[in-house]
């Protein structure tokens, strides 16, 4: 039927605040994300900063990316931090065992990577070494970032160029330890977490959230083993470690063979937003894992990794993880926000893997021309803009379109007070669907739109044809007797702004 479906929202009545860091990002040492994507380097024809892609960086800002997790993934716990500070051409060459067995100059390093989050705006998320590393190189690592006195690992740093302290408000302790990470079980790797983060010390000023590495998806007994390390946790508690992970990637097939990134079938398309919507149900069993001994919210849930997965383009390195961005994967970003909308209370941060030529990427380029394009994913970054650190507005669906069991509208809202955005995803990949806003509480003054479509949900941008997917202008919104009523074409996401 196209009669119209419905969103109820109460625009009077706010919620839990929607952090900034939910939007945040992840750049690892894999494949061309770092070196080629944000790292040129200083003798680059391209224009740079330091060595850091100007566009790159130019582009990314109007993300207003909150935070950036760096060096991994994986690579974080093959990663030793000593081997990345000093002179460039001093470095040693190490091997990044994980991602295509290349060689690693070590290049772009702990100033490198500050760098980088100062011409971002980003506060730094450095995930730090527990599969492979120790104790004491971890603990001198936030030493080196952020004392401000004559200590040691300071006095190295004054030597390096860098006198200021930085600020480090996120540290990861490992990743996927129950993979990569050190093929952990997770009582052990629970100890192993209060340990380290025992020895991520305060130094001056800065204060840091320290991250455990968490579950793989929906493995709740890993969420258990690190709640049960932290013991109950009250309102006055000061808990070793200030949050635990997950992550989840989202496919169409399987581990072997995941699906192709620009062909695809109906039916693939509906399976990959069925997998996009379970976050949603992992959101919510995590949390429930977690409040029975954090009842209060002191804990926050990180989904430091998260993101469509397909088989690598053809011709490109198996081990780089480089795929291409259509209209699926902005409706399984969108997805995605909405879901993290709803857990405001809980979830802390999320982390798209990755921003720049890895998996679902913001911004791919062209390994010979240097060309960059932006990719459909950037643009629900882009849109999404104003939910940072809004308050969070509850949107009731009401629509008995499925596909199968995958309903087939998707919103979220949040509000400033003076204004509030609404996310609207049809995800019909063939039918158009009026939407009424049904809008309580306080008067809408203004109203304006902006969707993001394509003729086929198979669109993306490339060099040739960078534009084939950008937001526009919505023209289709007008007043109704309950708010305003919206015209959603098949396979679209479009954001409503209401001046209040
Ligand atoms: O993002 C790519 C990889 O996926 C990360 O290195 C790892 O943590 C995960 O398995």
Not at 257 to 272: H, I, L, N, P, V
Not at 409 to 434: C, F, H, K, M
Request: aromatic residues 10%; glycine residues 8%.
């Amino acid at each position: 039927s196209t009669a119209p479906a419905r969103v109820v929202i109460n625009l009077d009545l706010p919620g839990p605040t929607i952090s900034r860091h939910l939007y945040g990002h992840f750049a690892e040492h894999l494949g061309r994300c770092v070196y080629g994507g944000f790292w040129v380097g200083e003798d680059s024809p391209l224009p740079h900063t330091n060595g850091i892609r100007t566009d790159v960086v130019e582009a990314l800002k109007a993300l207003r990316i909150p935070n950036l997790r760096w060096p991994g993934g994986c690579f974080a716990d093959d990663y030793h931090w000593r081997d990345g500070i000093g002179p460039r051409e001093q470095r040693p060459r190490t091997v990044n065992s994980h991602w295509g067995d290349v060689v690693e100059d070590n290049a772009f390093g702990t100033h490198e990577f500050m760098t980088l989050c100062e011409l971002l705006g980003a506060d730094p998320y450095v995930s730090g070494n527990v599969g492979s590393g120790t104790v004491r190189e971890m603990s001198e690592w936030i030493e080196y970032l952020t004392r401000g006195d004559d200590s040691p690992m300071a006095t190295l740093r004054r030597a390096n160029g860098r006198d200021e302290p930085w600020k480090v408000p996120f540290w990861g302790l490992g990743n996927e330890a129950w993979g990569c990470g050190g093929n952990l079980r997770g009582d052990a790797f629970a100890d192993l977490a209060r340990q380290y983060a025992t020895y991520v010390r305060d130094h001056g000023g800065n204060r840091v959230y320290r991250i455990a590495a968490g579950a793989n998806a929906d493995d709740y007994h890993w969420t258990e083993s690190l709640m049960k390390a932290l013991g109950q946790v009250e309102k006055s508690s000061n808990p070793v470690f200030q949050a635990l992970s997950f992550h989840y990637y989202t496919m169409s097939g399987d581990w072997q063979d995941k699906g192709d990134a620009t062909s695809f079938s109906d039916d693939e398309y509906y399976r990959t937003i069925a997998q996009a919507y379970r976050v949603e149900e992992m959101l919510t069993r995590h949390s429930t894992v977690m409040d029975r001994r954090d009842p209060h919210k002191r804990i926050g849930l990180v989904l430091d990794e998260w993101g469509t997965w397909w088989n690598v383009e053809e011709g490109t390195n198996p081990g780089f993880l480089y795929q291409q961005n259509t209209m699926r994967d902005a409706l399984v970003a969108s997805l995605h926000f909405d879901a993290f909308h709803r857990h405001a209370d809980r979830l802390v941060m999320a982390n798209i893997a990755q921003t720049v030529n890895v998996l679902q990427a913001m911004i791919l380029t062209d390994p010979a021309t240097g060309a960059l394009v932006l990719t459909p994913t950037y643009h629900v970054f882009e849109m999404n803009t104003g939910h940072h650190d809004a308050a969070s507005l509850e949107a009731h669906v009401i629509d008995d379109r499925r596909f199968e069991d995958v309903p087939l509208l998707s919103a979220s809202a949040s509000t400033t007070g003076e204004s509030a955005l609404i996310s609207l995803s049809n995800l019909d990949a063939g039918q158009a669907r009026p939407v009424v806003l049904d809008l309580r509480g306080q008067d809408v003054s203004g109203y304006g739109a902006r969707i993001l479509t394509s003729g086929s949900l198979h669109d993306h941008n490339d060099p040739s044809r960078p534009n084939t997917v950008r937001p526009r202008p919505h023209e289709g919104v007008s007043r109704h007797e309950k708010g305003l009523i919206v015209d959603l074409p098949a396979h679209s996401y479009v954001t409503v702004s209401l001046e209040l």
